[in-house]
T-cell receptor, first 116, second 113 residues
Framework: GAGVSQSPSNKVTEKGKDVELRCDPISGHTALYWYRQRLGQGLEFLIY????????KSGLPSDRFSAERTGESVSTLTIQRTQQEDSAVYLC??????????????FGQGTRLTVV | SQKIEQNSEALNIQEGKTATLTCNYT??????LQWYRQDPGRGPVFLLLIRENEKEKRKERLKVTFDTTLKQSLFHITASQPADSATYLCALGSAGNNRKLIWGLGTSLAVNP
């Protein structure tokens, strides 16, 4: 597609339920990031995928959070047993990283997650 | 540890003036630095990239400087307009094996008519 697509755009879930967030990056982009942004706060890094390298999971806040990416395509972020503090906007970004690539990140519109 | 600092206080300026935002970093040697704009309820949008061997970059009313000795980048918006009101973030990247971007928390800019 023309840009990074995230779904759903909004998700309301009950505390304790699992949620799955989806990100479709720009075709051909080798790098994919997940961030969390709470209201009025900065970007909180969660996880980074770069090609076939092992993902950088250093930002995942707990073992309730996990993410997968198959090759250079779709990624899913899963939050198990959601808590109210998980409420935030989850942003996905992709970029073309390489010697000839432009490293700027293109963001999706985000998924606004509300845990009630 | 790697750290990026941006003005934490909101910047308020009068329309027509030049806005200057600062991005300082420590414990890092970036290959490039980027500036993004974020509007409420939306993801950040890329504005400009400047590489370590560049001192200055311009794009329309935007100008970015990069001083690797001071470990600082300045982002200028000349002839500012109310439509420039947003949060501006800087991000640093390396050319090494880990290409993960490192982000500042952003500075909020309000341009008053």
């Amino acid at each position: 597609g023309a840009g990074v697509s995230q779904s759903p755009s909004n998700k309301v879930t009950e505390k304790g339920k699992d949620v799955e967030l989806r990100c479709d990056p720009i075709s051909g982009h080798t790098a994919l990031y997940w961030y969390r942004q709470r209201l009025g706060q900065g970007l909180e890094f969660l996880i980074y995928f770069q090609g076939n390298s092992a993902p950088d999971k250093s930002g995942l806040p707990s073992d309730r959070f996990s993410a997968e990416r198959t090759g250079e395509s779709v990624s899913t972020l899963t939050i198990q047993r959601t808590q109210q503090e998980d409420s935030a906007v989850y942003l996905c970004a992709s970029s073309l990283v390489g010697r000839t690539g432009k490293p700027e990140a293109f963001f999706g519109q985000g998924t606004r997650l509300t845990v009630v | 540890s790697q750290k990026i600092e941006q003005n934490s206080e909101a910047l308020n300026i009068q329309e027509g003036k030049t806005a200057t935002l600062t991005c300082n970093y420590t414990n890092y040697s970036p290959a490039y630095l980027q500036w993004y704009r974020q509007d409420p309820g939306r993801g950040p949008v890329f504005l400009l990239l400047i590489r370590e061997n560049e001192k200055e970059k311009r794009k329309e009313r935007l100008k970015v400087t990069f001083d690797t000795t001071l470990k600082q980048s300045l982002f200028h918006i000349t002839a500012s307009q109310p439509a420039d009101s947003a949060t501006y973030l800087c991000a640093l990247g390396s050319a090494g094996n880990n290409r993960k971007l490192i982000w500042g928390l952003g500075t909020s800019l309000a341009v008053n008519p």
